[in-house]
């Protein structure tokens, strides 16, 4: 089978100015997605998140570089592509002035696939018995879990996501969790772009870490623990009635040792064990923050 | 088929839009001034005052030529507030002006003091000729006050150029078309503006609107072609303008317009108007931003009005400005045997133009969806 044929995403040497000049918002950005993979772009705002995903999506023109997404050259695009592929977007754009319903009723008709019936999507994010209220009367949240389930209408094989949890009650962003995973479990291929670590620690296959318009690593959150992040145990314990806090390696063996000794000799108040967070390794990487 | 879902759920969201009752009631509002406020013909008629401080015969004689040339060949007696106080005159109404004989100079004074207006104060003097003292208000041109000199001159005096005026031959160049009155001359004004010019705006504050919500950028990640998205706002457009149109024109002229006509001509100048409105708000993210360049485009357009009200300046740059041929089309749709060959030249000008600046705007929609 051509090695091709599994990769959903191609993206080689990217290059986009927004004043047609030398100032690059993205500079040679490359890298690939395979099917059935969710593949997290991470970085923080000003990065060239958008910028790329934008220029995936058609909503950008391609001024430099080659791009494929779901075998469609985007330097051509054909409004074919659009019924492989699907977009979820940050802030919320429906229309105010329709229903829930209306509106999920409206955009399935724009694309020649089979769709999903729009009232399965409204119980699928939670807004069952809501769906004929104007979506301008809908909370900030709400919303957003409509352009979620907008964007997966046309059972898309290419699934763009920017930032799906964002202003969502961890009870709603846990549900919208279990449909990305379930999506993937289908073979659905998902970008993700976001600036939360946590959420592309637990649904990404692997990262990427933009920033200033270039990205400096590709791999799988697992690796880069594996290679960035320290075994460590923190442990608070009494000695000679007073509190004491230290951390100990549990690779290095003297520090094993240590640890066994402390476990055994003195009263332990807490302790925990810490692994690098997707986040620190970021900051460690990059030499910044993610906001 | 996705056109046609998308122009339907435009056509719905505009029902439920500010936008389109504001055009509708404006419509209505103008409707409502036309029906009540402006008269089917202006008055033209001049006012003048006199006081003929002439010996009675003399003034007898003055007064049976202005009976002779009275409407009803009777004269009303009438009173005038002038300067507050209120003067007892005659009132003569001929086909040209009113005539007002006012009984002493102190009623002349005061209401050429209110009134601002000449008045004309006749007597006769120690050699027994008559006198025609003007008391203008100073704002007279030059003209006016060489004509009057004219005027009462023997040689060169009013029955030379009543011979002479008598004698000019004056031609219709359609022999068979019948002028409008002032009232149905104004509504190619109401129509130009309110419907094909206000699209330009309206369809401005939909995008702007769309944009604002993020709507634009969802509808291009669908199987459906912006083009598609852009022509559904047109019609949405367009749809209201003929209703606006039918609205001003059907109470006032009834059958006589050519409606096929109209039909043709507001769709392809809305479309024109529509498209150009599109153009320039490819170009900014607000209405805010593009408020500029939207008031010079009404601007320009405004000024082929000057033309229509005054056609003694009529340049021929101004013949370029789309509006001129918009005013044209619809005073010759509303005439009787108006001439219908303008009108689809006209109208078919107005597509080609509106579709090349729709494929222009088109073009630069797909190249500004992330604005």
């Known amino acids: 089978m051509d090695e091709g044929m599994n990769k959903m995403i191609k993206v080689s040497n990217l290059y986009h100015s927004y004043s047609n000049d030398d100032n690059y918002a993205v500079k040679d950005v490359s890298f690939e997605i395979e099917k059935g993979e969710i593949f997290g772009f991470l970085g923080p705002s000003g990065a060239g998140k958008s910028t790329t995903q934008n220029i995936l999506v058609g909503l950008l023109q391609l001024q430099q570089g080659q791009v494929e997404v779901a075998g469609y050259d985007v330097k051509h695009i054909k409004n074919k592509m659009f019924n492989k592929i699907g977009m979820s977007f940050e802030q919320s754009n429906v229309y105010n002035k329709m229903s829930g319903l209306e509106n999920l009723e ?30 301008g009367k809908y909370s900030k949240g709400m919303k957003h879990r409509l352009t979620f389930a907008r964007s997966m209408i046309n059972n898309p094989e290419m699934w763009f996501l920017d930032e799906p949890t964002t202003g969502l009650d961890p009870a709603i962003a846990s549900e919208i969790k279990d449909i990305i995973k379930r999506e993937k479990e289908k073979g659905v291929t998902i970008f993700l772009t976001t600036h939360n670590m946590y959420i592309a620690d637990e649904l990404c296959d692997r990262v990427a870490f933009i920033v200033d318009g270039t990205i400096r690593l590709i791999d799988s959150p697992k690796a880069l623990k594996l290679k960035y992040g320290e075994k460590l145990v923190d442990v608070e314990y009494f000695k000679d009635g007073e509190l004491i806090k230290d951390s100990f390696s549990t690779v290095i063996k003297e520090e094993k040792e240590r640890l066994v000794e402390v476990i055994s000799k003195y009263d332990i108040q807490t302790m925990h064990t810490k692994e690098a967070t997707l986040e620190e390794i970021f900051i460690k990487v990059t030499g910044r923050g993610l906001v | ?192 503006f309110n ?113 229509y009200f005054t056609p003694s300046w009529d340049p021929y740059w101004v013949k370029i400005i789309p509006s001129y041929a918009m005013l044209q089309s619809f005073k010759e749709i509303i005439s009787v045997d108006g001439n219908m060959a303008y009108v689809m030249v006209a109208s078919l000008g107005f597509a080609v133009l509106g579709l090349d600046i729709f494929i222009l705007a088109n073009y630069r929609f797909k190249k500004t969806l992330s604005l």
């Open chain 2, 1 to 192: 088929m996705k056109l046609w879902y998308s122009f339907s759920k435009e056509l719905s969201l505009s029902s439920k839009s500010w936008y389109f009752y504001i055009e509708v009631g404006m419509s209505v509002v103008l409707l409502l001034i036309l029906l009540f406020v402006i008269p089917e013909n202006f008055d033209s008629n001049g006012k003048q005052y006199l006081y003929l401080d002439l010996p009675q015969v003399v003034r007898d004689r003055y007064e049976k030529s202005l009976l002779e040339e009275d409407l009803d060949e009777t004269v009303e007696l009438v009173e005038l507030e002038a300067d507050d106080r209120t003067f007892a005159a005659a009132l003569y109404e001929t086909e040209e002006s009113k005539i007002y004989l006012l009984d002493t100079k102190e009623a002349l004074d005061a209401v050429s003091e209110s009134e601002r207006v000449p008045v004309v104060h006749v007597r006769v003097n120690e050699d027994n000729q008559i006198i025609h003292t003007y008391y203008l208000q100073g704002y007279e041109t030059s003209k006016l006050r060489n004509l009057l000199m004219v005027y009462h001159n023997r040689l060169a005096g009013h029955d030379v150029i009543e011979d002479y005026s008598d004698n000019i031959e004056v031609r219709k160049l359609y022999q068979e078309a019948r002028p409008l009155s002032d009232k149905e001359n104004i509504i190619p004004v109401f129509l130009t």
């Open chain 1, 106 to 135: 409206f955009y399935r008709k724009l694309f020649d696939v089979e769709t999903k019936d729009p009232m399965d999507l409204i119980k699928l994010v939670g807004l069952e018995g809501k769906e004929n209220i104007k979506a």
């Open chain 2, 195 to 307: 419907g094909s010019l206000m699209s330009l705006f309206i369809i401005a504050a939909y995008i702007f609107l769309d944009k604002n919500e993020g709507i634009v950028k969802a509808y291009a990640i669908t199987a459906s072609s912006v083009w598609h998205y852009l022509l559904s706002k047109i019609g949405v457009i367009i749809v209201t303008s003929i209703v606006t149109t039918l609205i001003v024109t059907v109470p006032i002229m009834g059958l006589q317009p050519n409606y096929l006509a109209m039909l043709l001509f507001v769709v392809s100048s809305g479309f024109f108007a529509a498209s150009l409105g599109l153009f320039l708000t490819s170009f900014y993210k607000d209405i805010v931003e593009a408020f500029g360049a939207m008031y010079i485009v009404i601007v320009i357009m405004i000024m082929p009005s000057i033309s």
